[in-house]
Nanobody, 115 residues
Framework: QVQLVESGGGLVQPGGSLRLSCAAS????????LGWYRQAPGKQRDLVAE???????SYTDSVKGRFTISRDNAKNTVYLQMNDLKPEDTAVYYC?????????WGQGTQVTVSS
């Protein structure tokens, strides 16, 4: 069964850090690319960062220099390291895996940045 399971969200103060994880099954190699998206209340779901099977990465401008996406093929997991978090980073973060002919989404994990 193809599945993406996110973890690592939580409440953090501005300037703090969190690391999100996305565990892919049956294998990370099932996907052409894996990405992190986020959706704040009342807003659309937008791409935050993406990494391909060849380890190429891309980021939305607002997170460049603060967020890093990486993958551990041995653990079938993609990570999003988020540093210097800001209140505007508050959202539900989703993992998306693209494969030939479609995609899968995880259930999402809440990230709240607040003092």
């Amino acid at each position: 069964q193809v599945q993406l399971v996110e973890s690592g969200g939580g409440l953090v103060q501005p300037g703090g850090s969190l690391r999100l994880s996305c565990a892919a099954s049956p294998s990370i190699f099932y996907f052409l690319s894996l990405g992190w998206y986020r959706q704040a209340p009342g807003k659309q779901r937008d791409l935050v960062a993406e990494i391909t099977s060849g380890h190429s990465t891309s980021y939305t401008d607002s997170v460049k220099g603060r967020f890093t996406i990486s993958r551990d093929n041995a653990k079938n997991t993609v990570y999003l390291q988020m540093n210097d978090l800001k209140p505007e980073d508050t959202a539900v973060y989703y993992c998306r895996g693209r494969f030939v002919g479609g995609d899968y989404w995880g259930q999402g994990t809440q990230v709240t940045v607040s003092s």
